[in-house]
Structures are given as C-alpha cells and as structure tokens.
C-alpha cells in the first residue's frame, strides 16, 4: 500500500488549503483514513479520521475549521483546512489503517505565515 499526500504550502493566516491523499495497492474495503501532524519539536499528532461510513473524528484544536472527507471509490481523502493559523504550520501525514496494518503518507508540509 502507498499513499501520496499534496495541497500543501504556504498560506497566509485566515486561508485556506486543502490536502489530498491517494491510496493504492491492496486497499480494503474497510478501513480509516485520516490526517496526523507534526510541528517543529513535538509529537505526531491526530488532526481528523473518517471511515468509509463517513463517520470522522476531529481535534478540538481544529474544530470549526477543518473538515475532512473520503471518496471511497478513488481511495482517496481529504483535509480542507479553512481560517488557517500560524499554529497550524507543520508537516501533514496521511495515514490508512486496515485490518491489522497501518500506513504512511510521506508528508506534506503546511506553513502558515504573513
């Protein structure tokens, strides 16, 4: 399985970008798709999931402002990120979860600045 994550870039704050990432290989029909991120100096971090009911997950810190979604039929996801912040500047990994494995994206870097 590999995933190929775009969108990013830079943005000044209160922009907006959206991110995709494209699944192929031996995807499953279920499995969760979703976002994780890591800033300079912290931890890879969980920003938004979604599972091929549509049913997501989405951090508080982005609530309101993000929203992700999937074309099942594309394996493909999702992340429009709106009213985007400084704080919101890291590098974006798409991650699938299937069965027992788990995959990364090679990440994609965000940066939000004037």
């Known amino acids: 399985v590999q995933l190929q994550a775009s969108g990013g870039g830079l943005v000044q704050p209160g922009g907006s970008l959206r991110l995709s990432c494209v699944a192929s290989g031996n995807i499953f029909s279920v499995n969760v798709m979703a976002w994780y991120r890591q800033a300079p100096g912290k931890q890879r971090a969980l920003v938004a999931a979604v599972d091929p009911d549509g049913r997501m997950t989405i951090v508080d810190a982005v609530k309101g402002r993000f929203t992700i979604s999937r074309n099942n039929a594309k394996n493909t996801v999702y992340l429009q990120m709106n009213n985007l912040k400084p704080e919101d500047t890291a590098v974006y990994f798409c991650?699938?979860?299937?069965?027992?494995?788990?995959?990364w994206g090679q990440g994609t870097q965000v940066t939000v600045s004037s």
């Open positions: 991650h699938l979860a299937q069965r027992t494995e788990t995959y």
